[in-house]
């Protein structure tokens, strides 16, 4: 099975959200046998969409835009499974990501007539019959990840169709990078890896398994404490910008004043 990671975090090897992915896969690899490449998007030359449609009519299938795109795309094409890793990024994916998604429009066909189903629901048909499984892996830095991922989820429905994709999405991502945290980051990464090896045996997780490896790492007041202390920044000095910033929008015209 060949296995594509599209690791979508601008920090690259050091995100959050790659831990996790890692210890799921390298869990695959233990009960499947997968052959795995992963792309990291911040180290590839992406350019956003022209909007030109040209992949749809005067260069069919091809892209205008002579980039690295091509080659993802062929990947994607070519896989069974892809799992887009990427951190929650004010509620969707981060924008390289997104533009490496609007840029696969040439993998689908822009005629309507005789396409009742797509016609009804928006959408528009593949053109090839390479059909791959999807996964995706994403950590955040709020609490909850029930109405912050529903963007994502209402996007990925659409281009995957409904309920054609499975979500790992967790919480509390950023102490996933906090050395006073790790204990507690290992264990989920170890049950992450148990996870891994049983996708890998069964092509699905449990109910029970996904709702150990997303549930919350720390209490509500607890994680709120720790997230708060690991900026390194105390209120006041956060304020002095704040000030600053005040009197640059009073400079243009309008009066507004701090709220927190
Ligand atoms: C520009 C920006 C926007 C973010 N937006 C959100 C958000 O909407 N919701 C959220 O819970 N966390 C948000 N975060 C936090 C990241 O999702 C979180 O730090 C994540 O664990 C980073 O993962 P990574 O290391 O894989 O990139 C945001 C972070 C940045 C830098």
Redesign the pocket.
Known sequence: MKVLIING???GE?????KVTRAFVQGMSESADIEVETVTVKDLKIEPCLGCFCCWSKTPGKCVIKDDVRSVTLKILSSDLVIY????????V?GKLKALIERQLPTVAPFMEGQRDYLVNGGHPPRFTAKHKTILI?????YP?DK?YDAIRAQFSMICGEGNFMEIFL?E??L??RRVTQRRCQARLEAVHDAGVEYGRDGELSEATHEKICSHLYPPTMYAHLADVGWGITMEDFRKSDEETIKEVEALGKKIDLIY
């Open positions: 975090s601008p920090r050091n995100s959050n959200t790659m890793s990427f951190p929650l990024f004010y509620y969707s981060p994403s950590t955040c830095g709020f990840t912050s919480g991502g950023e996933f990078s």
